[in-house]
């Protein structure tokens, strides 16, 4: 099918992006990759009368060090973001969560930032971003503001980001290579039924889990089972039960909500185990 007539912008600047959301409301919809809105409007499950491409703005597209803190531009490509030498020496875990994204054409055309806003429940990086403690900036009429990652994904498809408001930059700290990502997918889309991200760092572990439920989850029982002890195979086999502890799983065609729940304590063993042998 073909979308809707729409009309289509294409903004040099973030100022100039926010006056066009300012001025066309509810009817615009930002594109960045392209990924989710484009066949979203094909199939006219979305209609927007407005459509502002992002990628024309320069300075959205970046990784860089700043304050001992990793930048990442929105508009950074998953395959940027998996090539970068910085990434791969200063915070492995985006890179190697770049790698399981899709296929090379979707890494080389889908950014960062359109997937996080997406907030798809399936998506891979945030569980990447959750398990790094990431900070997001977002810039709108009102000026900007940062959220942390925590408190960014909010419910299925929902961020915290807000009308007129447009996601600019994800901030994470260097960690150690002792992080991983391990994903089940669904083979024809490439989507995780369930993906597991890890970091241990010191005495801190993060865990965070994508395709379980209706957003990614930081599993905090799996955490709290993982402090004040020296990290064992024994320790991490009992900590992993607790992957889908106070989650309500989602079930489709693809898979049952016990079989999500399963995979999310599989995941989570293995993707605790290969960090630690990272360590």
Known sequence: MYPAQFEYFRPTTIDEAVKLLAQHGDDAKL????????????????EPKAVVDLGRIA????????????????????????ASALLRARCPLLPET???????????????????AHADPAADWPAAILALDAELDIVGPR???????????????????????????IRVPATPRSVSYVKTEQKASGFALTGVAVVIDGTAV????????????RAAAVEQALTGAPITADRIARAATHAADGVDALRDIHA???FRAHLAQVNTGRALTRALERL
């Open 59 to 82: 300075n959205l597209s970046y990784v860089r060090e700043v304050a001992g803190r990793i930048a990442i531009g929105a508009m950074t490509t998953h395959a940027d973001i998996q």
């Open 206 to 217: 993060r865990v965070a889990i994508t395709g379980v439920a209706a957003t990614a989850y």
């Open 31 to 46: 594109l960045a990759g392209g990924h989710s809105l484009i066949p979203a409007m094909k199939l006219r499950l979305a």
């Open 98 to 116: 770049a790698s399981h994204i899709g296929d090379m054409q979707v890494r080389n055309k889908g950014t960062i930032g359109g997937s996080l």
């Open 256 to 258: 049952s909500a016990e």
């Open 143 to 169: 000026g900007s503001r940062t959220v942390k990652a925590t408190g960014f994904f909010v419910d299925l498809l929902q961020t915290a980001i807000g009308p007129g408001e447009i996601l600019t930059e």
